[in-house]
């Protein structure tokens, strides 16, 4: 009998790494100032050799989340084959029982976009081609996001990033009403009438006071309200729906496409943005992805303020979706996206024509920087 050759994609190691940037200017949304960010980057090495990159959110506590992933998570999938994407998914979901989310499913995410690198690395082929969606050359971008700071602040922040080339800008808005009505007018005059503009709530308001501030953005020719009100409150997104012409988004708190589906199959938001580093990796947000395309919701990736290897990981996914929209290019300086790998090609100094071109190298096309990995690790 033939000996059965070795899978050259069985799993060796797990690592995970946790890592915190200060940043040299704080973040200010409606939740408050972000001085500094975590993130856990996930490595795993193959018996081939071959090693694929993660990343899951880990935004407080990414010294926790290492441990967690490596002590729990490690083993279950350490000696089976990275092929088996599902099979692994399962194994790891199990860990806890009740409902799917929070760590457990942010933790799985990292895991799982590190074997969607390896697979393609395997096939030679870049992951936008591996998904086999609609193989875009070049996404269109966003810069994001002007701060929920003051308006003199903002204005400068709006300035500079016209000065980029972006042609589509975000801002955030925040509590009390009359000051973001204000701000969203400011922003507007400041923009012209050629600027795509939309607007990120954070979850700020309840659906009375969203209703209030979303007329006005509609006035104003906003693109999108993002994230009006809390992830959970499908009540008060069916409220807006009925009653504001302007396209809501939503879907960066969502862990899995089940958890999606009701604002996606109701028609309850025009825009989902899941975010891969926390929405089960590259598996489950292209499921998302793809119910949103059947039932003809628009899709832009939530990258925010996480690292390089989301980033990348989201262009590819913008790259092969069907109904993809716009690619969120981050526009602050963030260490964790462009210092930690190589290359970076989501930056706002690769925009040209208000796009960015995707890679061809194959898996997600990134390569670790080992001193900046270190410079950043947790230790305490």
Known sequence: MQATAPDPLSIRSVRAHPLRASLAA?????????????????????????????????????????????????????????HDRRALFAAMRETLTGRSGGVLLEAIAGIDIALWDLAAQAAGQPLWRVLGGAGRRRVAAYASSINWTDPETATAELAAARAQGFREIKIKLGRPV?????????MRAAAGEAIVLSADANCAFDADDALRVGRVLSDLDYA??????????CAGYARLRQHLPIRLAAGEGEFLARAAAPLIETGLIGLVQPDVARAGGISETWRIAELAAIHGIAYAPHIGWSGAVCAMA??????????????????????????????????????????????DTPGLGLTLDPDAVARFTIRE
């Open 26 to 82: 704080a973040q200010h949304t409606s939740q408050g100032a972000w001085p500094s960010l975590e993130i856990v980057v996930i490595t795993i090495e193959t018996e081939s050799g071959l090693a694929g990159l993660g990343e899951c959110l880990g935004r407080r506590g990414a010294a926790a989340y290492a441990r967690f992933i490596e002590t729990t998570l490690a083993p279950r999938i350490l000696g089976r084959s990275a």
């Open 224 to 233: 999108w309200f993002e994230e009006p009100v809390p992830p959970d409150d």
């Open 314 to 359: 989201s262009l590819h996914l913008a790259a092969a979706a069907e109904s993809f929209r716009t690619f969120e290019c981050m526009v602050f300086a963030n260490p964790l996206r462009q210092e930690i790998a190589r290359p970076t090609p989501f930056e706002a100094t690769h925009l040209e024509d208000g796009a960015l071109a995707v890679p």
């Open 178 to 186: 009359a000051r973001a009505i204000a701000q969203a007018r400011a």
